[in-house]
Structure formats: structure tokens, C-alpha cells
């Protein structure tokens, strides 16, 4: 064991040793949330970077604590695999971590369990550790519902959630050297933000992804991503026992991403009970892979049983579609309900649809407004809606079109997609 935690805390020896890894923006609150005894909880997909991200908060302590008193393990190491089961066994994992790093007793220790839910009942371990020593816990996982278990319970009250998405707009252009802070380097950069814009809606924000520059190598990837969390996280999860009819589904769902789901008419297509379409749909959700939007109601148990749009959780998955080239506007769309990841967001039918109701504001996309009847459409489900829920601005957003239109008392303003993802 003393060579696999050597490996993963290479630390130990040299201090720079995440020097080059890539800043995320939710460095600042983990930091924040460092100050608190609370176990800090990373959720988020495979791959997304919650790992990094813990190697980031490692890189930022270096400078005030002895290196010694930060362990990290990932837990997914092949010759964990057969104690998963057996929780005490992180005990075994920690006494061998004290034994060859000899940390500073009289000082904090920062533990840095990555992918915990490998292990079942891992609350037990992080719990009488909690209370009786002087840890600060960091753990990360795969699915939304980490702290959901029965175990979980004795957790609460004693966690701060933060949730990791793959990179957002700004942090791409980060990636790139893009400046971007400013009116300014906006406009100096202009050219190269549009072309990046492009690169992000087609292939998303996942670093495997931008980071590889060949588009065949760019699509087995993301297909080895979805693969991955349905294949290695759902299924053994769950004990489902029919793989491919769950993958089947993710990919229909794919090629229909940005519209609204019909667990029953999914159920007929497929040939599955709907019941278990739902199931494996709240799945996908929980394992961050999709997002499922209600339609809005002043009424909770109308927006609980309104029909839901399904959107991807990032954009490059719509290469894994049956026509993955079929609609530009699914890809402006889906890049816009991922810029409000964390919020909570509907969408508009009556008479006329609206695509996002978020913040209080009305947003609807359209990725032309070239064609006049097209406007009118967009502009005036606008205007009906603003009309319906007295607000006086609407946002309208684009590929390439900025501009502001006054109707009478109320204003839809129009903006190019870049504006929005950075806005």
C-alpha cells in the first residue's frame, strides 16, 4: 500500500507539484469553505475535474501547512476494489497513511477521500473521525445523491455541498489565454472569442475534449465519458441487469435533447416498461448527465407534473446523437440552460412557448433572426409572456445578433451568445 499512497501524494516530496494544473473558478469557495470544520462534498460527473479541483486546494494549503498533513487517496484504485464493501477498511487506509508520512499530530490533517462512494457506508469512517480528531474532510463524488444514504444522516448538518460542472465558457477562454475580463480585451479579442464560441458549442467543456485536437479522438472520448457513468457508475449501482437497453435510451435521449420527454412513448419506442424509462432518466439525472426542467406554474404540484425539456449537461454530448450536425439552434439552447447550472430554471407553454424562465427573467433563443417571420415568432412569445408576468425586459439570445428593441413600456434585448455565457 505505501507505493500507492506515495503515488497519489506526490506533494509529499514536491511542493509544486500541481503548479500546472488548469485554475477553476469554484477554487474561491472551496477555499472559503476550507475555514469551516464541515466535511466539504465535490460533486460532479466523471471527469469534470473534481480531482484537479482537490489537487488545486492542496496546491493553495502548501504554502501555510506541512505537506505531510495533507493526504489525498483515490479510492478507485484497482486494489481497493475488493474491500469496497467494507468500510473499516479506510481505517487500514488511514493508519497506513499515518505510519509513512508521520504528519504533525498538533496540527490539522487535510483528507482528501476522492470518489468515496466507491466504498459503501464510507459515512461510518468520516463520521468517527469527525468528531473525535482534529480532520477536515474533503470528499468527492459521481453522483448527486452521495449524501442521500441512510448512513448519510449522521452526516447532516456536517457537510457543505460544492458542485463541479466541466468548464463554462469563461473558463475555456481561460484555458486558451483569452483575455476577457474586460470591455476592453472584449473588443481587442473579438474574433478569437467568436471562433471559441464555435469550438464550445459543438464540442463542449470538458478538458479530455478541447485538449485534443483531432475530432475523431474528440467523439471517442465523450462517447468513453457517457459510457463510463452509465456503464461503471449506474449500472453497478442500481444492479441493472440490462445494460444495453439503458444506453440505448441515453442515446435517444441524446438525439432528442432540448425537447420534452414522454416517459410513455420512450417506454413503446424502446420496448420498456415506462416506469423503468422514468427510473433510468432519474438516473441519468442523478449522475449528472442530463438536466430536466419543468414548465412554470404558479402551482408546485403543476410544475412537479408538468411535462420536462431534458437538456445534456454539456454540449459536446450532442456529437453522440443519430444526427449530431441536425440543429444549431439545440446547441445554442442546451449552452444556455447549462449557464445556469445551479439555478433553478422552467420554461413557458400556453399559447406561445418560452424557452427559460430564470433569475426572474425571460429568455428566449433563436440562433437567426434573419428570417422576418422567425422574429416575429420570438419576439412576440416575448412580449406575450413579459405581458403575462408584468416584467419589462426580455432577453432574446443569438448566434451573432445584438441590438435592443423598445415596444412600447417594455424592452427585449437581443445578444450574441458570447455575451450571455460570459455575462
Known amino acids: 500500500m505505501d507505493s500507492i499512497l506515495l503515488e497519489d501524494n506526490p506533494h509529499w516530496d514536491i511542493l509544486d507539484a500541481y503548479r500546472a494544473y488548469i485554475p477553476r473558478q469554484k477554487l474561491s469557495l472551496a477555499l472559503v469553505f476550507m475555514n469551516a470544520k464541515e466535511v466539504i462534498a465535490i460533486l460532479g460527473a466523471r471527469r469534470v475535474g473534481k480531482s484537479s479541483l482537490a489537487r488545486l486546494i492542496i496546491h493553495s494549503l502548501l504554502s501555510t501547512t506541512n505537506p505531510k498533513n495533507i493526504f489525498f487517496i483515490n479510492l478507485e484504485k484497482p486494489s481497493f476494489i475488493p474491500y469496497k464493501n467494507d468500510a473499516t477498511y479506510l481505517d487500514t487506509i488511514f493508519e497506513n497513511y499515518l505510519k509513512i508520512a508521520q504528519p504533525d499530530m498538533d496540527q490539522r490533517i487535510y483528507l482528501f477521500l476522492d470518489e468515496v462512494q466507491i466504498f459503501s ?3 461510518v469512517f468520516v463520521k468517527s473521525r469527525y468528531e473525535n480528531s482534529n480532520i477536515k474532510f474533503i470528499v468527492t463524488g459521481s453522483n448527486s445523491s452521495l449524501l442521500s444514504s441512510s448512513y448519510a444522516t449522521m452526516l447532516t448538518g456536517r457537510v457543505l455541498k460544492l458542485t463541479l460542472d466541466s468548464f463554462n465558457f469563461s473558463e475555456f477562454l481561460t484555458y486558451k489565454t483569452i483575455p476577457h475580463a474586460t470591455r476592453m480585451e472584449l473588443a481587442r479579442n473579438k474574433i478569437a472569442i467568436k471562433r471559441s464560441v464555435d469550438e464550445y458549442l459543438k464540442w463542449g467543456g470538458y478538458y479530455s475534449v478541447f485538449s485534443n485536437e483531432n475530432e475523431t479522438l474528440k467523439k471517442e472520448y465523450l462517447k468513453n465519458i457517457a459510457e463510463d457513468i452509465i456503464l461503471k457508475d449506474i449500472v453497478p449501482r442500481y444492479s441493472i441487469k440490462n445494460s444495453a437497453a439503458i444506453r440505448d435510451l441515453f442515446y435517444y435521449i441524446v438525439s432528442n435533447a432540448t425537447s420534452t420527454i414522454n416517459y410513455a412513448s420512450l417506454g413503446k419506442k424502446l420496448s420498456m416498461d415506462p416506469k423503468t424509462v422514468k427510473e433510468y432518466v432519474d438516473y441519468f439525472e442523478d449522475n449528472f448527465l442530463i438536466r430536466r426542467i419543468s414548465r412554470h406554474h404558479t402551482k408546485l404540484t403543476a410544475v412537479i407534473n408538468s411535462p420536462k425539456k431534458v437538456y445534456l449537461s454539456d454540449n459536446g454530448f450532442l456529437n453522440l446523437g443519430i444526427s449530431p450536425d441536425r440543429n444549431q439552434g439545440a446547441m445554442l439552447e442546451n449552452a444556455a440552460c447549462n449557464h445556469w447550472r445551479e439555478k433553478e ?6 399559447n406561445k412557448e418560452c424557452d427559460f424562465y430564470a433569475n426572474g427573467k425571460l429568455y428566449q433563443i433563436s440562433y437567426t433572426i434573419i428570417n422576418e417571420k422567425t422574429r416575429k415568432r420570438e419576439v412576440d ?38 455575451e450571455f455565457l460570459l455575462s
Open 121 to 123: 457506508n464510507w459515512e
Open 381 to 418: 412569445a416575448l412580449k406575450f409572456f413579459m405581458e403575462e408576468l408584468n416584467l419589462n425586459e426580455g432577453y432574446l439570445i443569438t448566434y451573432d445578433t445584438h441590438e435592443t428593441l423598445t415596444l412600447g413600456d417594455k424592452t427585449i434585448h437581443i445578444e450574441c451568445i458570447e
Open 345 to 350: 430554471i422552467t420554461y413557458l407553454l400556453e
